[in-house]
């Protein structure tokens, strides 16, 4: 990680890539710690403040992690990570329901966008 704070600008975006990894390796701890800081440092990186959520659902607190993903989708409501893990928690918690609407939503675009695709074809 003191790599990471001597990238300078780019900081922010190795600290986040090394939370992620540490998460990916269930260091959990260590993946807390460096979201946090990131957050910290840059309160409007909803990547990192993501992070931060899925940590605390894994750490297994579902209540903080929901409220972090809510307030993602309160400042960006179509940060497409945080409403996938809305829904992958809801389906945890078993609010299949809410899971199923959000994860039809998030591909709604691409079934019209494929439903159009014949046509584009027939027009060139």
């Not at 078993?94 to 959000?102: D, F, N, V, W």
Request: charge should be negative.
């Amino acid at each position: 990680e003191a790599i990471a704070r001597q990238a300078g600008p780019d900081g922010g975006r190795a600290s986040l890539f090394l939370g992620i990894l540490l998460f990916s390796e269930d260091r959990l701890d260590a993946a807390r710690a460096v979201a946090e800081r990131t957050v910290a440092e840059a309160p409007q990186n909803l990547l990192a403040r993501n992070l931060l959520a899925a940590v605390a659902i894994a750490q297994g607190d579902p209540g903080a992690g929901r409220e972090i993903l809510t307030g993602i989708l309160a400042a960006q409501p179509d940060f497409v990570p945080a409403r996938v893990n809305l829904a992958k928690l809801d389906i945890l918690e078993g609010r299949l329901t809410q899971a199923r609407a959000a994860l039809d939503a998030l591909l709604l675009p691409i079934d019209t966008a494929l439903s159009d695709w014949p046509s584009q074809l027939t027009r060139t």
